[in-house]
């Protein structure tokens, strides 16, 4: 019998790191081969990862809670063959994550079998960093060379550069000492938060507004609900209606190479549907919402808006848009000026439908309304183009004739 260490894998997702979220084993367990370990938030979804070998659960390295770094033990077992200990740790291919299988990377080990987190480089050697992390410090103007990695195998991290900088250390508010309470920022909200940070960092957005007499999307919602346990939202119609108004406008549907190159316009529609969950707001993706009537849409939006509420989505479920729409008036907001949801070019706020005072053939009357708000990359679209897009959208939705055709 000998014990090893099983080390958290590459997620396939570019996170560096993932957190603890439930063990479903404890030590002294026997499992066996591919039996589920652990339950880790990679801020995308919870992943169930499954046991390497049959065996005994020897240690576990982590509490839930806690954040493990790639490379970092998760659990040790130990196991019957003695000659596994041996093996060289070639990259291969292994089916790990529920849904789809990541490579595992070499990491060199040091004493006692534990990944090695620190070393010395040799002179003129490429320093082991993510694009995100470079990019960071390109900003920061930090020298990554000089920058000794805390990560594994002297990796260098985002903490790391930040040190580096002189800005890993926040200014304290001076309050009293009973007025402050701590909340960790860690797994889902931390993944918000950096995505937040880098969106509005990296990408020049603006937001255009526009109301819609509601008048005729309201009578179409209310036609389409006819029928046993159907309620059609008017949030499908418009995601439908927008996907119509992304061929005639592509670049609403597209993104800004990094490169500053080229622009890259897609012509598939992966509609992200912002949610609001326990862990904070997460965005599965409705794939294909050009081949959906509505009523499908309606059905497949409520199918990932609940398993992304329950914990349930899986990573395929919450990565690939291509544009996304957010409903604030879910919650009774007027309008909202949305975050471009990175790497994409825009994304479209719903507010809530109520009626307003609009004119109508000279008169004021009171009528059912809504006002969208579009927040687009300005690198890829000018004001006009967003313009012309958004009045095409209104056009759309205020035509009993254009709802009409659409896919039921």
């Given at each position: 019998?000998?014990?090893?260490?099983?080390?958290?894998?590459?997620?396939?997702?570019?996170?560096?790191?993932?957190?603890?979220?439930?063990?479903?084993?404890?030590?002294?367990?026997?499992?066996?081969?591919?039996?589920?370990?652990?339950?880790?938030?990679?801020a995308?979804?919870?992943?169930?990862?499954?046991?390497?070998?049959?065996?005994v659960?020897?240690?576990?390295?982590?509490?839930?809670?806690?954040?493990?770094?790639?490379g970092?033990?998760?659990?040790?077992?130990?196991?019957?063959?003695?000659?596994?200990?041996?093996?060289?740790?070639?990259?291969?291919?292994?089916?790990?994550l529920?849904?789809?299988?990541?490579?595992?990377?070499?990491?060199?080990?040091?004493?006692?079998?534990?990944?090695?987190?620190?070393?010395?480089?040799?002179?003129?050697?490429?320093?082991?960093?993510?694009?995100?992390?470079?990019?960071?410090?390109?900003?920061l103007?930090?020298?990554?060379?000089?920058?000794?990695?805390?990560?594994?195998?002297?990796?260098?991290?985002?903490?790391?550069?930040?040190?580096?900088?002189?800005?890993?250390?926040?200014?304290?508010?001076?309050?009293?000492?009973d007025?402050?309470?701590?909340?960790?920022?860690r797994?889902?909200?931390?993944?918000?938060?950096e995505?937040?940070?880098?969106?509005?960092?990296?990408?020049?957005?603006?937001?255009?507004?526009?109301?819609?007499?509601?008048?005729?999307?309201?009578?179409?919602?209310?036609?389409?609900?006819?029928?046993?346990?159907?309620?059609?939202?008017?949030?499908?119609i418009?995601?439908?209606?927008?996907?119509?108004?992304?061929?005639?406008?592509?670049?609403?549907?597209?993104?800004?190479?990094?490169?500053?190159?080229?622009?890259?316009?897609?012509?598939?529609?992966?509609?992200?549907?912002?949610?609001?969950?326990?862990?904070?707001?997460?965005?599965?993706?409705?794939?294909?919402?050009?081949?959906?009537?509505?009523?499908?849409?309606?059905?497949?939006?409520?199918?990932?808006?609940?398993?992304?509420?329950?914990?349930?989505?899986?990573?395929?479920?919450?990565?690939?848009?291509?544009?996304?729409?957010?409903?604030?008036?879910?919650?009774?907001?007027?309008?909202?000026?949305?975050?471009?949801?990175?790497?994409?070019?825009?994304i479209?706020?719903?507010?809530?439908?109520?009626?307003?005072a609009?004119?109508?053939?000279?008169?004021?009357?009171?009528?059912?309304?809504?006002?969208?708000?579009?927040?687009?990359?300005?690198?890829?679209?000018d004001?006009?183009?967003?313009?012309?897009?958004?009045?095409?959208?209104?056009?759309?939705?205020?035509?009993?004739?254009?709802?009409?055709?659409?896919?039921?």
């Open positions: 019998m000998v014990v090893r260490e099983f080390l958290l894998p590459d997620l396939g997702e570019g996170l560096e790191d993932a957190e603890v979220v439930t063990w479903r084993v404890a030590e002294g367990d026997h499992v066996d081969l591919n039996q589920t370990l652990v339950e880790v938030n990679t995308k979804a919870l992943v169930e990862i499954p046991a390497p070998w049959e065996g659960v020897e240690k576990l390295h982590a509490a839930e809670g806690a954040v493990v770094k790639v970092q033990p998760l659990v040790s077992i130990r196991v019957q063959d003695a000659t596994a200990a041996t093996e060289s740790a070639k990259p291969r291919r292994q089916a790990l529920v849904g789809y299988g990541v490579e595992e990377e070499e990491i060199p080990a040091a004493p006692h079998g534990r990944p090695s987190t620190a070393r010395t480089r040799e002179r003129g050697e490429p320093v082991p960093a993510s694009p995100p992390v470079r990019r960071l410090a390109k900003e103007g930090v020298d990554l060379s000089s920058v000794d990695g805390s990560g594994p195998d002297g990796r260098v991290t985002r903490q790391d550069v930040l040190k580096a900088a002189g800005a890993g250390e926040a200014i304290p508010i001076v309050v009293g000492p007025a402050v309470r701590s909340i960790p920022v797994g889902t909200r931390r993944m918000i938060a995505k937040m940070a880098r969106a509005a960092r990296e990408v020049p957005q603006v937001t255009t507004f526009i109301t819609v007499d509601a008048t005729a999307l309201q009578a179409f919602r209310e036609e389409l609900s006819r029928g046993p346990d159907r309620r059609i939202t008017p949030l499908p418009v995601v439908r209606a927008l996907v119509e108004v992304c061929r005639e406008h592509p670049k609403l549907n597209s993104s800004f190479h990094p490169d500053g190159r080229e622009i890259l316009l897609y012509e598939q529609w992966h509609v992200g549907i912002a949610t609001d969950t326990e862990q904070g707001l997460l965005v599965p993706v409705v794939r294909d919402a050009d081949k959906l009537g509505i009523v499908a849409l309606s059905e497949e939006i409520a199918r990932l808006t609940e398993a992304a509420r329950a914990g349930k989505a899986t990573p395929q479920d919450m990565v690939g848009s291509t544009i996304t729409v957010t409903n604030v008036g879910t919650f009774g907001a007027e309008f909202g000026t949305p975050i471009v949801n990175y790497p994409e070019a825009a479209l706020a719903l507010g809530v439908v109520e009626p307003r609009l004119v109508v053939d000279g008169e004021v009357q009171a009528r059912p309304a809504v006002t969208l708000s579009l927040s687009f990359d300005h690198r890829v679209l004001g006009a183009e967003a313009g012309r897009a958004m009045k095409a959208l209104k056009s759309f939705l205020e035509s009993p004739f254009k709802l009409g055709a659409l896919p039921r």
